[in-house]
T-cell receptor
Framework: DAGVTQSPTHLIKTRGQHVTLRCSPI?????VSWYQQVLGQGPQFIFQ???????GRGNFPDRFSARQFPNYSSELNVNALLLGDSALYLC???????????FGQGTRLTVV | GEDVEQSLFLSVREGDSSVINCTYT??????LYWYKQEPGAGLQLLTY?????DMKQDQRLTVLLNKKDKHLSLRIADTQTGDSAIYFC??????????FGTGTRLLVSP
């Protein structure tokens, strides 16, 4: 079985641009969460989606948005990129309820 | 507020036991987790404990939970050089919103 897959693995963007990051959860998992991990810190919660509905949102500006598709894959969009958005973006896949969250390898975004 | 605290650094010799400590804040957290992160990689789930348990053992890993003091610890027995990594504790504050600590860097020397 494939684990959580994220694409792309690395990305370089210029300030002001827009970026879309993608995540495919583990087969059978219906919930996806997104986290931002700035270098030297622990991951920070951005969004959680379950059955295509947003279930939770962290303390991030409206430049950050996400959606979940009928096949449970998800996209994270960030508009008007700032240098401070440079981070590792992690996607977590959850079967259901409050159980284990399995993370992908992440997308490393560098904003220059 | 949400603030999970961990010590920043731990150094041990190969074969010794390692104990990584964590203090969490939300007494209503249902699950508490330990994740391992190697350089340039994502997070690997090591183990978790339900909030109504005091202890959980899984091979070389032992998790202890003191709910009164909101203290969580991870003991790694017979620590190996391959255990060198950053270890994060995390609390589930509801709807799978995980609040992570700042991470403890474990260095295992031969």
């Amino acid at each position: 079985d494939a684990g959580v897959t994220q694409s792309p693995t690395h990305l370089i963007k210029t300030r002001g641009q827009h970026v879309t990051l993608r995540c495919s959860p583990i087969s059978g998992h219906k919930s996806v969460s997104w986290y931002q991990q700035v270098l030297g810190q622990g991951p920070q919660f951005i969004f959680q989606y379950y059955e295509k509905e947003e279930r939770g949102r962290g303390n991030f500006p409206d430049r950050f948005s996400a959606r979940q598709f009928p096949n449970y894959s998800s996209e994270l969009n960030v508009n008007a990129l700032l240098l401070g958005d440079s981070a590792l973006y992690l996607c977590a896949s959850i079967l259901s309820g409050d159980t284990e969250a399995f993370f992908g390898q992440g997308t490393r975004l560098t904003v220059v | 507020g949400e603030d999970v605290e961990q010590s920043l650094f731990l150094s041990v010799r190969e074969g010794d036991s390692s104990v990584i400590n964590c203090t969490y804040t939300d007494s209503s957290s249902t699950y508490l987790y330990w994740y391992k992160q190697e350089p340039g990689a994502g997070l690997q789930l090591l183990t978790y404990i339900f909030s109504n348990m005091d202890m959980k053992q899984d091979q070389r890993l032992t998790v202890l939970l003191n709910k009164k003091d909101k203290h969580l610890s991870l003991r790694i027995a017979d620590t190996q050089t391959g255990d060198s990594a950053i270890y994060f504790c995390a609390e589930n504050t509801g709807f799978q919103k995980l609040v992570f600590g700042t991470g403890t860097r474990l260095l295992v020397s031969p």
